[in-house]
Structure formats: C-alpha cells, structure tokens
C-alpha cells in the first residue's frame, strides 16, 4: 500500500552533548583484547574413507593419487588407475588452535570436500597434518565425521537437507606442539575491537585511576591501540594483573548509527539519533494500465471476414491523499519511525525517507545500508 507522507519538523532546540550517551558500562574484556593473545589458523589436506559410493568420481585424480601414495607408504602397491574412489573422498580440513594451547589438548575440526563427492555422511577422516601459516606442524585430526545434512533417495528422485559435503569431526585434532605465546614483560598493549578516540581516553582514565595509585601507568597510543605499564604490586604476576584488567568497568562512546537493510526492510536504530529541522514530501504515483482483448464478429452474411481480437486499453490513474505528521522540537529517529508506522507507512517508505534525509544533512547518524 503505498502513501503519500508530508513531514514538518520543528525547529530542533539545542541539544546538550552528554559525556555518557549510553549510560551503561562495559567490562574491558568486551571491549579489548590483549596484544600478541589471538588464535591461530590450521589447515590440511586428508581423506575421508567409508563413504557410501558418495565419494569421488574416477576423474577427480588427486583423490586416486592420495589413496595411492597413502597405500604406498604401508607397503602396498597399487597403481593410482586401477582404483575406484566412490566410497573415497579429498577433503580440506581446518581448525582453530586458540591461544596456550598446549600438546595433548583436543581440538574441534572441519571437513570440506575439494571434489566432486556428493556426501560426506558416514565418512571417517584418516589421519591428517594441520599446519599453520608458517609451515609447522601443530596438530593431528582424524576421527568420523558428521555431517548437519543428508540426502535421501537416489536418482530424480532424492532430497538434500542442509550441506552434506562438510562436516565436524568433534574432538577429533590433537594438538601436538604449544601455540605461540605472547611472553609478558613490563607493558601490556590492548587493542581496542572498534577504535574510538573517546573510548580509548575513557580507558585509559579508568585504568589510571584503578591501577595507578596516583601515577600513570596508561597510555592510549592512538584510537585502537592503550599502552598498560605493569604495576610494582604485580610485579612477575601479568597474567593476574590482566585478569583484574578485564573486570574493569568502562563505557564506551557511542556512534549515533542507523542500519538499513534494503533487502529484508529492516531498519536498525541506534539511540540518541535526532533529526535537525527539514521537511520532506514523500508518495507515489500509482499508474495502473489493463488491456481486455473484446472479440469483433464480422457482419451477416460478409464474404471474407474473420472474427478478430480488439484490443480496449483503459489507463487508471491513482494518487494517494497524503498524510501530516506533526513531531516536536527535538525529535528523534525512533519518534520518526513510530509515527510513520502509525498511519501505516511501510517499511520501504521508512528507508526511503532515511536515505533522504542524510542526503540533505538533516540525520545527525551514519547511515549503514547493507
């Protein structure tokens, strides 16, 4: 249903700045995450044997080349063109080693097919080496692999749920070396998850004042980045010192955002979004055009004549009485929102008179359309 909305916007009085927009405070473990203590990425390539003549074609090759050179090293010959790899299939295999893991811990992985196999159901992953970027060997994965779909039938006539041809193989990678490690010494650097400038200053200020006894110990380098000075009273005790760190309550400044989804409409608002004085006009025009073919019957007794299909166009013209919405000094995106709902605009009228407004500088928010 589409409308026709007339919007007048009063005079917006000033608005005081308010230090603290959101009024909530944050842990700091929310908010940071400590330099040099992140996860690492693993990857490998392996095979997962079992299958129900679901794996592998003949002309993917590597699968064959695989299961040769595997048979190879236990003792067995087998020419690579003399095997058949349906029940056979390549996989990639990643996982995640998080930071300190140490050798003997066990891991969670994931399966991916790299052939043309059709379902990885059923399947066992083989042993397999998982290496980081740089090349070494961290851990081992092997183990069944279950997959979160399935396909039933065969032929034309089958159904496929969800993605068969990756799977979780659970607590199946062992870790065989320790993870790098960051190694602590006098200072700590935090990296901020959004950099903010104020943020980055309030943390700082918190941090001086709950550690620092009356001495600095906190510096915020620059918007995403807080260098921390271990304090005497934690002296050879970093990871302590972090754990009290993290329970430090700060609030972070807020970014007055508006989130758009064009594709669901969806619009998302932030708090505190207010709209400076503008007035906008917004409908459309509806132009509705049918054609009724009427049947033309020649004359009595005519020599020749047909009957013929004639066209009759008729063009209707609809335009939308529009609709006044009145908001006081002040008004904010949400009142905005809340009154065009309710003289029923839809969710595209919402979007489209968002996008209009940043455009002509009246939304004091960023506008993030995804």
């Not at 811990?105 to 990885?120: I, R, S, V």
């Not at 950099?195 to 600095?216: K, M, S, V, W, Y």
């Amino acid at each position: 249903m589409n409308k026709t909305l007339c919007l007048a916007l009063l005079p917006a009085l000033a608005i005081a700045a308010t230090d603290n927009p959101a009024g909530k405070g944050i842990r700091l473990k929310e908010l940071v995450s400590i330099e040099g203590v992140r996860p690492n990425q693993l990857i490998g390539y392996g095979l997962v044997v079992g299958l129900k003549g679901t794996g592998d074609r003949q002309q993917t090759l590597f699968s064959a080349q695989s299961l040769a050179n595997m048979l190879q090293r236990m003792g067995v010959s087998v020419p690579s063109a003399a095997i058949l790899v349906k029940n056979t299939a390549a996989v990639m295999v990643t996982a995640t080693l998080p930071p300190f893991a140490q050798p003997g811990a066990t891991l969670d992985a994931t399966a991916a097919a790299m052939g043309d196999a059709a379902n990885l159901q059923g399947g066992i992953l083989l042993l397999t080496m998982l290496r980081a970027a740089n090349g070494d060997v961290y851990a081992t994965a092997q183990g069944p692999v279950l997959t979160g779909g399935f396909v039933a039938g065969n032929g034309q006539t089958n159904q496929t749920v969800n993605h068969p041809t990756v799977g979780k193989i659970l607590s199946g990678t062992i870790v065989e070396h320790a993870a790098p490690a960051p190694a602590f010494g006098k200072t700590i650097h935090l990296q901020l998850h959004d950099a903010d400038f104020t943020t980055a200053e309030r943390i700082e200020d918190a941090l001086n004042q709950t550690f620092g006894a009356g001495a600095i110990i906190a510096h915020a380098e620059n918007s995403a980045l807080i260098s921390v000075a271990l304090p005497p009273n934690y002296s050879n005790r970093a990871p302590e010192f972090i754990a009290d760190l993290e329970r430090v309550v700060v609030t972070p400044d807020v970014i007055a955002r508006v989130v758009i989804n064009e594709r669901t409409g969806t619009v998302t608002l932030g708090q505190g979004v207010h709209i400076a004085p503008v007035a906008i006009m917004h409908g459309n025009l509806s132009v509705e055009i049918q054609t009724t073919y009427t049947p033309s019957q020649p004359g009595a007794f005519s020599q020749g004549g047909s009957t013929q299909m004639v066209p009759d166009t008729q063009v209707a013209v609809k335009e939308d009485r529009s609709h006044n919405v009145i908001l006081q000094d002040g008004a904010t995106v949400e009142e905005l929102v809340k009154s065009l709902n309710a003289i029923g605009s839809t969710p595209r009228d919402v979007i489209d008179i968002l996008q209009n407004l940043r455009a002509a500088g009246a939304l004091s928010a960023e506008v993030d359309v995804i």
